[in-house]
């Protein structure tokens, strides 16, 4: 597609419920980023890929946050029992490089509300 | 990774040019400055990047001095458009395996 696309746009869950939150990236785009933005903040990094490989998860916040991208394109942040804290938007962004710099290209997001 | 300092917040009015600075004293030799701007509901979208003195482009200018421990985002004759929030960047994420780190932010107020 022309942009980065993320499904669903919007998610209530009920506290304890899995969620599972899609990113289409660019097509071509090796490296693709999840972010979590807390309302009024920053987005917060939370894992990074290239191709099928998950090479830094140090931002999850907790063992029930997973992320994966099997076939190196389409991206599934899952996040198990959720709880209240967990309410954010969830960004996913793919980079585009250029020699030695590069562009990141954002989704609009998949904003999550766990009531 | 380069910590980074920007103001929390600005106003500023229409037609005026605004000036964002941030700093970034532990920036290292490979990093690169990169701003990015976010509206409401919306992922943030590439605004400028550089290395080192000037970059120009149809949206902003970036000015880095010599010693590259701080730059400034200016946007000219802004409009009510531009109210948003401006994050800087700084690092070299962007051709190595590394993850690319966000800071909290300046959120600019544009009044008429």
């Known amino acids: 597609g022309a942009g980065v696309s993320q499904s669903p746009r919007y998610k209530v869950a009920k506290r304890g419920q899995d969620v599972a939150l899609r990113c289409d990236p660019i097509s071509g785009h090796v490296s693709l980023f999840w972010y979590q933005q807390a309302l009024g903040q920053g987005p917060e990094f939370l894992t990074y890929?290239?191709?099928?490989?998950?090479?830094?998860k140090s931002g999850l916040p907790s063992d029930r946050f997973f992320a994966e991208r099997p076939e190196g394109s389409v991206s599934t942040l899952k996040i198990q029992r959720t709880q209240q804290e967990d309410s954010a938007v969830y960004l996913c962004?793919?980079?585009?490089?250029?020699?030695?710099?590069?562009?990141?290209?954002f989704g609009e997001g998949s904003r999550l509300t766990v009531l | 990774l380069a910590k980074t300092t920007q103001p929390i917040s600005m106003d500023s009015y229409e037609g005026q040019e605004v000036n964002i600075t941030c700093s970034h004293n532990?920036?290292?030799?490979?990093?690169?400055i990169t701003w990015y701007q976010q509206f409401p509901s919306q992922g943030p979208r590439f605004i400028i990047q550089?290395?080192?003195t000037k970059v120009t482009n149809e949206v902003a200018s970036l000015f880095i001095p010599a010693d590259r421990k701080s730059s400034t985002l200016s946007l000219p004759r802004v409009s009510l458009s531009d109210t948003a929030v401006y994050y800087c960047l700084v690092g070299d994420g962007w051709s190595s395996a590394s993850k690319i780190i966000f800071g909290s932010g300046t959120r600019l107020s544009i009044r008429p």
């Open positions: 890929f290239q191709n099928e490989a998950q090479l830094d």
């Open positions: 532990n920036i290292a030799t490979n990093d690169y």
């Open positions: 550089g290395y080192k």
């Open positions: 962004a793919s980079l585009q490089r250029r020699g030695g710099t590069g562009e990141l290209f």
